[in-house]
T-cell receptor, first 113, second 112 residues
């Protein structure tokens, strides 16, 4: 069973507009959530994170929102740029499980000029 | 800091052959993770080590898969015998004290 789900395999957005990537989870023991970005032929790299005690974290053009009651988080990119085109993975960490991360399937974002 | 180093970058092998993937974590990191990337399941955790000791191997798909970490600077993931459905990109990642991960560039495995 997939504890972290990204139901949209792909998303296409116009440059300058907002990109919204969504992620749902099922495990209420997750205490930390992260987003990773992956370019072709490279490993994923950390983008932004949020603790379960918060509902929003912002870093420049990137904002992550957490809705614990809905077990849902989202990543907003404003404004979107062509260089943001990549695969975005949502990940979650379970409390006291040695730091292992459970990842979703990924969403491929394409930002068109 | 050279980052997490994986080898080989690409591997093409015939069904039934043994495949060994290698990983050198970042010096000072005490946790190491092996993941497999597929379209259907995204990044699946196969196994992870803390201080060279395997902690959770529940993600290893079958007995054909095995992993070792003989010391803090080296780990291997072995598939024997390999099958076409094992074709995927395999990532190694390391972290320090349950902190953020650093991933390697991955090994693209093709079993024909």
């Amino acid at each position: 069973d997939q504890q972290v789900k990204q139901n949209s395999p792909s998303l296409s957005v116009q440059e300058g507009r907002i990109s919204i990537l969504n992620c749902d989870y099922t495990n209420s023991m997750f205490d930390y959530f992260l987003w990773y970005k992956k370019y072709p032929a490279e490993g994923p790299t950390f983008l932004i994170s949020i603790s379960s005690i918060k509902d929003k974290n912002e870093d420049g053009r990137f904002t992550v929102f957490l809705n614990k009651s809905a077990k849902h988080l989202s990543l907003h990119i404003v404004p979107s740029q062509p260089g943001d085109s990549a695969v975005y993975f949502c990940a979650a960490r379970e409390y006291n499980q040695g730091g292992k991360l459970i990842f979703g399937q990924g969403t491929e974002l394409s930002v068109k000029p | 800091d050279a980052g997490v180093i994986q080898s080989p970058r690409h591997e093409v092998t015939e069904m039934g052959q043994e495949v060994t993937l290698r990983c050198k974590p970042i010096s000072g990191h005490n946790s190491l993770f092996w993941y497999r990337q597929t379209m259907m399941r995204g990044l699946e955790l196969l196994i992870y080590f803390n201080n060279n000791v395997p902690i959770d191997d529940s993600g290893m798909p079958e007995d054909r898969f095995s992993a070792k970490m003989p010391n803090a600077s080296f780990s291997t993931l072995k598939i024997q015998p390999s099958e076409p459905r094992d074709s995927a990109v395999y990532f190694c990642a390391s972290s320090r004290n349950a902190g953020g991960y650093t991933f390697g560039s991955g090994t693209r495995l093709t079993v024909v």
